[in-house]
């Protein structure tokens, strides 16, 4: 069995019937991924990790690998543990995520602005949907 939970889950998906369970698991494979990458990023160690978490190493090791029953508690430590913060939405196909590539521009350009980013890619979005908009208004005329 793959130790990444997304690996692990995409080959689920692949054999037949699994499709709803790459449904269902997606989001939690992604943040898993996200923590991965954050912890890479801030070079911790998952006993570094846990101490930030308040777990052991050995509960860290566990949830970040095939561990699909993960409580709200235990995701919101992970969170926590590397900087982040855990946000739950029912506006799935309204959310977006920010590629990685470009999170230290938005911070750049939020503090520019001074702006926290969640501010900042409100407007963002806004003023680009807007726009949008009207292109497509003007266009159409």
């Given at each position: 069995?793959?130790?990444?939970?997304?690996?692990?889950?995409?080959?689920?998906?692949?054999?037949?019937?699994?499709?709803?369970?790459?449904?269902?698991?997606?989001?939690?494979?992604?943040?898993?991924?996200?923590?991965?990458?954050?912890?890479?990023?801030?070079?911790?160690?998952?006993?570094?990790?846990?101490?930030?978490?308040?777990?052991?190493t050995s509960k860290v090791s566990r949830l970040?690998?095939?561990?699909?029953?993960?409580?709200?508690?235990?995701?919101?430590?992970?969170?926590?543990?590397?900087?982040?913060?855990?946000?739950?939405?029912?506006?799935?196909?309204?959310?977006?995520?920010?590629?990685?590539?470009?999170?230290?521009?938005?911070?750049?350009?939020?503090?520019?602005?001074?702006?926290?980013?969640?501010?900042?890619l409100q407007k963002a979005l806004r003023e680009?949907?807007?726009?949008?908009?009207?292109?497509?208004?003007?266009?159409?005329?």
């Amino acid at each position: 069995m793959p130790s990444n939970i997304a690996t692990y889950i995409e080959s689920m998906a692949c054999e037949a019937g699994h499709k709803e369970y790459l449904e269902q698991f997606e989001a939690l494979a992604t943040f898993l991924n996200e923590i991965d990458f954050l912890k890479s990023e801030l070079e911790l160690t998952q006993r570094a990790l846990a101490e930030k978490c308040g777990m052991t190493t050995s509960k860290v090791s566990r949830l970040l690998t095939v561990q699909p029953n993960l409580t709200y508690e235990q995701m919101s430590a992970l969170a926590r543990g590397v900087g982040g913060e855990l946000r739950i939405t029912a506006f799935g196909d309204y959310t977006a995520v920010v590629p990685k590539d470009l999170h230290s521009t938005i911070v750049e350009n939020a503090k520019k602005r001074k702006q926290d980013v969640q501010e900042y890619l409100q407007k963002a979005l806004r003023e680009k949907i807007v726009s949008d908009s009207k292109e497509r208004a003007y266009v159409t005329l």
